[in-house]
Nanobody, 116 residues
Framework: QVQLVESGGGLVQPGGSLRLSCAAS????????MNWYRKAPGKERELVAR????????KYADSVKGRFTISRGNARSMVYLQMNNLKAEDTAVYYC?????????WGQGTQVTVSS
């Protein structure tokens, strides 16, 4: 079965950096685009970044452009989110996501808190 396991969240000061990782299993990872979403309290879930199956194209929410970078390692079935210059408004639970043939698959999420 499809499994997505996020790691790398934590507490960081404004201006700091974190790198999130997502380990995927149970499907042919190299065939699918991968996404990072986030959900902050009182806000709707937001698509943060997307990367195509071969990693040749990426897309970002306007709020994170120039600060976040999505990447993937198909040989290890991993997807990453490098987050730099973090702001308080980046505080949220971050989820790894894969949309496959009409089904949405989610990880358990990892909490990112940006606070001084």
């Amino acid at each position: 079965q499809v499994q997505l396991v996020e790691s790398g969240g934590g507490l960081v000061q404004p201006g700091g950096s974190l790198r999130l990782s997502c380990a995927a299993s149970g499907f042919l990872f190299s065939l699918y685009d991968m996404n990072w979403y986030r959900k902050a309290p009182g806000k709707e879930r937001e698509l943060v970044a997307r990367i195509t199956s071969a990693g040749g194209s990426t897309k970002y929410a306007d709020s994170v452009k120039g600060r976040f970078t999505i990447s993937r390692g198909n040989a290890r079935s991993m997807v990453y989110l490098q987050m730099n210059n973090l702001k308080a408004e980046d505080t949220a639970v971050y989820y790894c996501n894969s949309y496959q043939m009409g089904n949405n698959y989610w990880g358990q999420g990892t909490q990112v808190t940006v606070s001084s």
